[in-house]
């Protein structure tokens, strides 16, 4: 990864400051209409706004600030793309598409059991195209 510079930096500063208190809202509304309470929690937008005020701001203000913020976010964003892909993926394939798989088999829906001759290859012969001009419209 490239050393980030002051742009970099800003951009990031700008997108925290900005979308930290969206999210905040975000999460409050979610918490208002599926939650239990009838009453609105104001407390998570005030936690994820004053934290995206306090990072964004001081990004924006003080360069090696911001660059220590860009560093950790960017190990956060690293973080999360570890635990997507060797956490969650494994559950959605065993816990999904394993069960699916087996339920297909035991149906008799598998096509791969379904094989009518036993050559050595699947591959089809075809005749070659009468005219070269086929090979640059191919549908």
Same mark, same amino acid.
């Given at each position: +990864?490239?050393?980030?510079?002051?742009?970099?930096?800003?951009?990031? $500063?700008? #997108?925290?400051?900005? /979308? %930290?208190?969206?999210?905040?809202?975000?999460?409050? +509304?979610?918490?208002?209409?599926? /939650?239990?309470?009838?009453?609105?929690?104001?407390?998570? +937008?005030?936690?994820?706004?004053?934290?995206?005020?306090?990072? /964004?701001?001081?990004?924006?203000?003080?360069?090696? @600030?911001?660059?220590?913020?860009?560093?950790?976010?960017?190990?956060?964003? $690293?973080?999360? !793309? %570890?635990?997507?892909?060797? *956490?969650?993926?494994?559950?959605?394939?065993?816990?999904?598409?394993?069960? &699916?798989? %087996? *339920?297909?088999?035991?149906?008799?829906?598998? #096509? @791969?059991? %379904?094989?009518?001759?036993?050559?050595?290859? &699947?591959?089809? !012969?075809? !005749?070659?195209?009468?005219?070269?001009?086929?090979?640059?419209?191919?549908?």
């Amino acid at each position: +990864m490239n050393a980030p510079n002051q742009n970099n930096v800003r951009a990031l $500063a700008l #997108k925290i400051l900005i /979308g %930290l208190p969206l999210a905040g809202l975000l999460w409050t +509304m979610i918490f208002r209409f599926l /939650g239990s309470s009838e009453t609105w929690n104001w407390n998570i +937008m005030i936690v994820f706004s004053s934290i995206g005020v306090v990072l /964004g701001v001081g990004s924006l203000s003080s360069f090696p @600030f911001g660059l220590s913020v860009y560093r950790l976010w960017n190990k956060l964003i $690293a973080l999360i !793309d %570890l635990l997507i892909v060797w *956490l969650c993926l494994p559950l959605f394939y065993y816990i999904f598409l394993t069960p &699916y798989s %087996l *339920l297909i088999r035991i149906v008799g829906k598998s #096509k @791969f059991t %379904l094989r009518t001759h036993y050559a050595s290859s &699947y591959w089809k !012969d075809f !005749d070659k195209p009468k005219n070269s001009r086929r090979y640059l419209q191919q549908f």
